[in-house]
């Protein structure tokens, strides 16, 4: 009996229960495993774990995808059923959210008679179409990874630590977040950037390694901008503007840096009267907290009024209220600024 089937003979059979979502960095083999999430990189990385535990325990695993969209009927049990020599075997379902009604009917078949020492993997991507089947999956005890969409800064912010982190690596807060603003938009391309510096680089991520490698990029230039137009730096943030407008950036991204900006001190002021935990209850991570906190101390709530109506206005004028977005965009920043001095 291979490796991988005698692991899996010493597993309880899955039954029902309250299933508790564990990170795709944790999850361990088991006969049943739904992956579920909007996260394809999160997802991915949670069915490859699986697989590679699968190999480690026995080479000679084999391992079956099926493909939700195109599958037909019976197709699931072929592959899961056992073989002449009885082989270990994986099967991943891959995009239950896509499935036939083959799918569907196959794998509710399936789980009311399980293969023994079978592993199935089940990917959800958490939309309505196949939510139904995901929560049979679930009901049958399945091991469930959450694959959710990182979209807040202070889950990026722990993303980024964590890849560092798993690579023998620590970054400093300064570097962590010039990471986020260069590469946020895209968990995909953050990891990967998080694979260069470590491929790179020695010790310490420092802010200034950042920008060496990703300095150019529109959204850490918007941010700069940003910055200094926040700290009441006009010069500066004027300077830093016409070079990212010269080097190609669009006024678009330029204008959405500023008004990110300016929503960070609102919230962040607007918790500090409300009660609220910025970092818990709004989602910010805690270097932008602690910065906000010490930027407003040089603003007054009507300034920050003022500023606010300048980048809706230049947000307006760049997407096609104005023929001179160039102008319009270097009008808000130098009304930050302005503005940012109200108090000093």
């Known amino acids: 009996m291979t490796a991988l089937r005698g692991r899996l003979g010493h597993m309880p059979a899955p039954r029902a229960r309250s299933a508790v979502a564990v990170p795709w960095d944790r999850v361990e083999l088991a006969p049943l495993v739904l992956v579920t999430g909007a996260e394809a990189l999160l997802a991915e990385r949670a069915v490859d774990r699986v697989v590679q535990l699968a190999r480690e325990q026995d080479p000679d695993v084999e391992v079956n995808r099926l493909e939700g969209a195109g599958y037909q009927a019976g197709h699931l049990r072929v592959a899961a059923s056992p073989s002449l020599f009885a082989e270990a075997r994986l099967v991943v379902v891959e995009g239950l959210e896509t499935a036939t009604d083959d799918l569907l009917a196959d794998l509710t078949e399936y789980l009311a008679d399980p293969t023994p020492e079978v592993v199935l993997v089940v990917r959800h991507s958490g939309a309505p179409r196949g939510r139904k089947a995901a929560d049979a999956v679930r009901a049958a005890g399945a091991v469930v990874v959450a694959a959710e969409a990182i979209k807040r800064d202070a889950d990026k912010t722990a993303f980024v630590t964590d890849e560092l982190r798993r690579a023998g690596r620590r970054a400093d807060p300064a570097a962590v977040r010039a990471l986020i603003e260069a590469c946020g938009n895209d968990l995909r ?156």
Do not use: N
Request: contains cysteine; charged residues 25%; positive net charge.
């Open 189 to 344: 391309e953050l990891a990967s950037a998080c694979s260069q510096l470590v491929a790179d680089t020695t010790g310490t991520v420092t802010a200034d390694v950042v920008g060496r490698y990703y300095g150019g990029r529109v959204e850490a230039t918007g941010f700069r901008v940003a910055d200094a137009a926040v700290a009441g730096r006009a010069g500066e943030a004027v300077a830093l503007l016409r070079h990212a407008l010269a080097t190609g950036s669009d006024p678009v991204p330029l204008v959405a840096a500023l008004a990110l900006k300016l929503r960070t001190l609102v919230k962040v002021g607007a918790a500090r009267g409300q009660g609220l935990d910025p970092v818990k209850d709004l989602g910010l991570a805690s270097w932008q907290v602690d910065r906000a906190r010490r930027e407003l101390a040089g603003w007054t709530p009507e300034a920050l009024a003022m500023a606010i109506r300048a980048v809706a206005q230049a947000d307006a004028e760049v997407k096609g209220a104005s023929r001179d977005p160039v102008f319009a965009v270097e009008r808000a920043v130098l009304t930050i600024a302005e503005a940012a001095g109200s108090r000093r």
